[in-house]
């Protein structure tokens, strides 16, 4: 380039002007090299930093650790920013007291040994990790009730609310100041109004439309309202790291966790001739004070309040047979929980899984289990939405679709309804079910809460639940994926690298 700047200033006649432009010239050419010479040396040092950085840090796995090397060397400017926006988490609180089996903690929670339920030995090990896990054992005596769609949950929440006689305490990702949102925001004034202790957790980023105006009636009423994990400049990296839980707990005795937030977004792709799928589950039984020292830590970590628990007599007639444990996780608890339990619940499959999910995008580990599953002879069956909400993970998702059904897994999409739900069931046995997707954000940065359900009867229900939607979804097929274009494999390739980061 410095030949050609050259020639183009010799080729004109030389004289005090034109020796001033070519000195001008000269001089900006310089300029702006150095500057260029500058900018890449710097990203250089810029990439190099924050690699080693990512590097120093323990608890993110090599697949994640290698789409953000290569983002900080092609991006260098732009993948650092969004690494401590929605990459870098360094989040601490106080770890919840371990149980101890043969009493009962006053204020946790934690139940008497007594109460553990008889786990199947082909499912006791599965068992065993999740207690190792978060320390909280199979509680029996639970009765569970299963509802699907929106009209009979808010009925079944709204009905429950409607009763309470003490307390009321609500954990949710999402509550929207539209219609749904307003419906509950008037019960809850109500009850708030007859003297019952109200406390409402929500996420600061997904409950973020809800502004004064929406929350001053409640608070003049004497209910708490607080937000969790709230945006500030100091520390931009907790973006990402999102209370996603769904919980509902209703004077110490039920409690209500699924999927479901409280809005109206439900209406909205009706609109669009779209049904929205989701399912919670009421528990009545022991299981509510575990799930109540659940919302308790997480009361006092948003609010530094303590939350007084009731204790409760369980010596009395239990009102289920139902096994329950609880799995909550989070960026502060064992860094792979969510995906050991699916990894053991896969492995422990003999006949059948069925998977429910919104977002799938499994870790490689999951993807393995899956196939391996499938080649051993157990009938491994994945439905999906055949269009989210999200178009980043509809093409991550997709782009895993090849590699499973290529090992027997039969996966099937939802053209008429967005499923949000998400489930989990093993031979009609063993269900999952709660508020976790199959994706790396509920796996190692969202808190969720989900419940391992050993029972035949509700595994049964939530497999006929299943099997309804899936007989009228579209199946998958390999043929379909092996003529795929060249750049299309390209593209799904792609997505493939950068699903540890979606």
Known sequence: MLKIFWKRTLASPLDENSTHVAFRNLVNYASMHGLWTAFNYLGLI??????????????????????????????????????????????????????????????????????????????????????????????????IQFFEGQESIYQ??????SEAQKTIFMEYYIFKPDSIGEHFRDILISKAR?????????????????????????RAAGIEVSFFGPLTIKRPWGFQLRNHRKLALIDHKQAFMGSQNICSDYKQWRMRKLDWIDNQILIE?????????????????????????????????????????????????????????????????????????????????????????ARRGVRVNILVPQKSDHWLVDMASKSWHWELLHSGVKISESPESFIHAKQVTVDNAVSLIGSANMDERSFRLNFECSAIIFDETIGKTLQKSFFHRYEKSQSLHI???????????VRNGLFKLLSPLL
């Open 156 to 161: 079944a929440l709204t009905q429950s609310i």
């Open 46 to 143: 810029t990439g190099l930093s924050f690699s080693i950085w990512v590097l120093s840090r323990r608890r993110i796995t090599p697949g994640v650790t290698w789409a953000w090397i290569l983002g900080f060397f092609l991006l260098p400017f732009l993948a650092p920013f969004a690494y401590l926006l929605v990459g870098y988490s360094n989040f601490k609180r106080r770890k919840r007291a371990r149980p101890e089996p043969q009493k009962k903690l006053s204020g946790s929670g934690f139940l008497m040994k007594s109460l553990q339920g008889d786990i199947s030995p082909r499912f006791s090990m599965v068992s065993r990790l999740v207690e190792n896990l978060t320390g909280f054992p199979p509680i029996a005596g639970n009765s």
């Open 479 to 489: 043929n379909h994926f092996e003529s795929e274009p060249f750049l299309l494999r």
């Open 285 to 373: 039984g022991p299981s509510v004070k575990q799930l109540e020292s659940v919302f308790s830590e997480d009361w006092e970590f948003t609010t530094g309040q303590k939350v007084q628990l009731e204790e409760t007599d369980f010596d009395s007639a239990l009102p289920g047979t139902s096994i329950l444990q609880l799995l909550p996780t989070g960026p502060d608890e064992h860094k792979h929980a969510f995906e050991e339990l699916l990894m053991a619940l896969i492995h422990s499959a003999q006949d059948q899984i069925t998977l429910l999910s919104p977002y799938f995008v499994p870790t490689e580990a999951i993807a393995i289990s899956l196939e391996s599953a």
């Open 194 to 218: 007859q003297g019952v202790t109200i406390k409402l957790l929500l996420d600061h980023v997904g409950s973020f439309s809800l502004n004064e105006h929406f929350l001053a009636p409640m």
